[in-house]
């Protein structure tokens, strides 16, 4: 305590705040044996970092924490050497430069993402590295012998076809083996993988895949989702007519559907028993492209590197998911979203990765948690909306199911709220450690996280992970603790991106992430990190959408809705719900003499459905008088935003950017009403 703050004589010595009790606690014997606790006696002895505290993990992890932040290139090299990272050529330094875009991290070094994911094939030949079960819950297991197999037999085809390193590989695939065997594939070969997943429309899937002029089409004729069977042969044809880049497609007939004319055959380019080759490349080469939601125009193209994401990966799945060889690591994904990419990199700790494809609530809202009996799941990883579907829906997951091998239920996509927390801890077991994470496909990892060795706080992320110096900064650039801030982070992290796709001069990647505090990365939540150093998120503090735990752009719903004759305008909004729920109303400005009928309602949800995603499709529909814009003509969303979540319009938005402060007042009255406070 600074001196300014001690009391006077005269005043009575206020006692500190009683902290409530932590849900969970870890037992000594779990924290000792936690890879965290055994990295950091060892790196304590090997690279000078603060020794394990016997007795207190908070203070153990708080000074190691501080460390991976305060001496990068200590903690980054001994997380190299601690996870046996194999470079073919040695780095000239760990971080060459550190500024922020930009930083320079094992300039010199060459490595391959797809040999450290495969490399437990050797020692583990027969074990399964793949689980996968769709809507029937069948698991069918691909050993790391033959994924080995099949990436090296499909990566010798793409050679032949004449994909060299850099080219770019996509897909348009569901959660099934064949998409992380073209992931691997494509990464031995040093190309660059992009994907979709197939309940994107052909509009949404063009918007991203055009940007990067792909090479090579993996696409399946289906999928299955709801209990239905989709065909996409028509989306694919459209893919295949608007992408000229293509030199080949390849047919993955997941619903048993023969390949359109000149499109290989999925099985005819893996049946070959050959031994992958891997390319060594720079660190810094890039491994994949994801995109960002598109909330602004196109959806940014965010490219990361090999080196960048093999590091950050192993030290997210081994030190804070705590991940191992005998572990089965479940995460509710699709390959649109980055917790994908994160999911098959768990091949990284040489966990068994299980791979689920089909809808969360089919046939019911306890689906996943089959799931995770029927393969014996140990970490498993949701969104935190459908553990407050369960919640709402009184599913019983620890009564009625076996979930004894569950140690870790892992959550992200939203904040989890309490009432989340309190019904794993109810529903599941007492005695399991609750991972609330939160990061962003910017950096495809967390920036704040789980830790196997710290207790769980309601409502609360355990801590901010190793190597992200993450703050929570005041407008004016000052750190705050316990009170709301923007999550900034300090210092660069290898995964952060090396550049966005077509990008000139950086700028869109600039204006991304460091317009409002050069140098420093913003994110775009609202968090508060508390004095014990648990951090709570708060949602967006941009106008990004992020539904069922995916994050989504207004700009593939507005080009859907816009092209029909009876929407003039339209404005989408996600608004974080204190419950845990999320509302997504979707306001239209409607043409000259269209009415806002049920009819319309049911085309336009329709034409989202089919051009967009289901997802994308708003809770409600409400026609308003017009759509506000600034000065410039940029549809204003987070103001509105705002209002709808009760803030004044004077402190919203400022009035002298608005082209009419009129319709800003009709969100106002808006809000007023649903929450039952109507002006006299």
């Known amino acids: 305590m600074s001196r300014a703050a001690e009391p006077s004589s005269n005043e009575p010595v206020q006692p500190e705040p009683v902290q409530p009790e932590p849900l969970w606690r870890p037992g000594p014997e779990r924290v000792e044996a936690a890879q965290v606790t055994r990295f950091q006696t060892w790196a304590a002895d090997k690279f000078g970092a603060p020794a394990v505290v016997h007795g207190d993990a908070l203070a153990s992890y708080r000074a190691l924490h501080g460390w991976s932040v305060g001496e990068p290139e200590r903690f980054w090299t001994a997380v190299v050497d601690w996870f046996d990272v194999r470079f ?31 490399r437990h094939a050797g020692s583990r030949p027969d074990e399964p590295a793949l689980i996968h079960l769709d809507e029937r819950h069948e698991p069918a297991e691909t050993s790391w012998a033959e994924l080995r197999r099949q990436v090296g037999s499909l990566a010798a085809e793409l050679r032949r076809l004449g994909v060299r390193p850099g080219d770019r590989v996509s897909g348009y695939l569901p959660n099934v083996p064949q998409a992380a065997t073209a992931l691997l594939a494509t990464a031995a070969v040093g190309a660059v993988w992009t994907s979709c997943a197939p309940d994107f429309g052909a509009r949404s899937v063009l918007d991203r895949f055009q940007q990067v002029e792909p090479v090579v089409l993996f696409a399946v004729d289906g999928y299955r989702y709801g209990g239905k069977e989709h065909d996409r042969a028509d ?91 005998t572990d089965r690591f479940f995460w509710y994904t699709s390959t649109g979203w980055m917790m994908w990419n ?23 809202i306890g689906a996943q948690w089959r799931v995770a009996e029927r393969t014996g799941v140990t970490v498993f990883g949701t969104s935190a909306a459908y553990v407050v579907a369960c919640r ?56 704040v996280g789980g830790v196997p060795t710290l207790p769980v706080h309601i409502g609360e992320i355990q801590a901010p992970c190793l190597g992200s110096d993450v703050q929570a900064w005041d407008v004016n650039g000052k750190p705050v603790v316990d009170e709301v801030g923007e999550l900034v982070v300090t210092n660069p992290m290898p995964s952060m991106p090396i550049r966005f796709w077509n990008d000139p001069g950086d700028q869109r990647y600039k204006e991304s992430y460091f317009e409002m505090f050069p140098g420093v990365w913003r994110h775009g939540d609202w968090i508060t990190v508390t004095s014990r150093g648990t951090v709570v998120v708060h949602g967006r503090s941009d106008s990004t959408l992020n539904r069922q735990g995916v994050r989504m752009g207004s700009a593939d719903i507005y080009e859907a809705v816009e092209r029909l004759p009876q929407v003039h305008e339209s404005l989408v909004i996600g608004i974080e719900q204190a419950d845990g729920g999320y509302w997504m109303p979707l306001f239209v400005h409607l043409a000259p003499g269209a009415e806002l009928d049920d009819a319309l309602r049911e085309t336009i949800k329709r034409t989202i459905r089919d051009e967009v995603s289901p997802r994308h499709v708003p809770d409600e529909i409400i026609a308003v008088p017009g759509v506000p814009h600034t000065l410039t003509g940029k549809r204003i969303e987070v103001p509105v935003k705002k209002l709808l979540q009760g803030t004044p319009l004077a402190e919203a938005v400022n009035p002298g950017s608005v082209d009419d402060l009129g319709l800003l007042r009709f969100f106002e009255g808006l809000a007023r009403e649903r929450a039952g406070d109507q002006p006299e």
């Open 88 to 118: 073919t050529s040695p780095y000239e330094a760990v971080l060459a430069d550190a500024s922020m875009p930009g930083a320079r991290w094992f300039p010199g070094a060459t490595l391959n993402y797809a040999e450290h994911a495969l």
């Open 235 to 325: 989306t694919v044809a459209e893919l295949r007519a608007e992408l000229p880049s293509l030199r080949a497609v390849v047919h993955v007939p997941l619903l048993g559907s023969a390949a359109p004319e000149g499109a290989l055959e999925w099985a005819d380019l893996t049946g070959a028993d050959t031994e992958p080759v891997f390319e060594q490349v720079p660190f810094d080469h890039p491994l994949w492209v994801l995109y960002s939601s598109g909330t602004t125009g196109l959806p940014k193209a965010i490219v990361q590197s090999q080196g960048g994401i093999l590091l950050e990966h192993l030290k997210q799945t081994g030190l804070h998911l705590d991940l191992g060889t």
């Open 342 to 364: 994160f999911l098959v990199g768990g091949l990284l700790a040489g966990t068994t990765a299980v791979l689920y494809d089909g809808s969360p609530g089919y046939p019911d």
């Open 392 to 447: 709402k829906s009184d599913v019983h997951p620890g009564r009625d199911l076996d979930l004894s091998r569950v140690r870790c239920v892992a959550t992200t996509g939203s904040p989890l709220p309490p009432d989340g927390f309190r019904w794993i801890h109810d529903e599941v077991a007492e005695d399991l450690w609750l991972a609330s994470v939160s990061g962003g496909t910017d950096v495809c990892s967390c920036f």
